[in-house]
């Protein structure tokens, strides 16, 4: 079972990316997923999360506004759309599948973790 993150890179501050996160060796169509960033040194962060029916998604305060996670169960991915991109937001971003239907801020509810992808956003 893989979570493969993608979609990172440098940006300007203002700029868009988007995530993607494809999952492989079984489906997580009935599984809330979630992404997180983390800093060197800081705790893991939530970001967004998103049920298994793509409905109510969630979002950390920081980005709420300005982020927007969804999914596409027949492809078995999850994205992270990221508008307005800030300095702060230049993080590794995680993605990770819910041990639940349901998504949740905290980490330990997640069972399944990619590997992470790499954001910059330049001042």
């Known amino acids: 079972v893989q979570l493969q993150a993608s979609g990172g890179g440098l940006v300007q501050a203002g700029g868009s990316l988007r995530l993607s996160c494809a999952a492989s060796?079984?489906?997580?169509?009935?599984?809330?997923m979630g992404w997180f960033r983390q800093a060197p040194g800081k705790e893991r962060e939530f970001v967004a999360g998103?049920?298994?029916?793509?409905?109510?998604?969630v979002y950390a305060d920081s980005v709420k506004g300005r982020f927007t996670i969804s999914r596409d169960n027949t492809k078995n991915t999850v994205y992270l759309q990221m508008a307005s991109l800030k300095p702060e937001d230049s993080d590794v971003y995680y993605c990770?599948?819910?041990?639940?239907?349901?998504?949740?801020?905290?980490?330990?509810?997640?069972?399944?973790w990619g590997q992470g992808t790499q954001v910059t956003v330049s001042s």
């Open positions: 998103i049920n298994w029916s793509s409905f109510s998604p």
């Open positions: 990770a599948a819910s041990r639940y239907s349901y998504s949740s801020p905290r980490s330990r509810d997640y069972g399944y």
């Open positions: 060796g079984r489906s997580f169509s009935n599984n809330g």
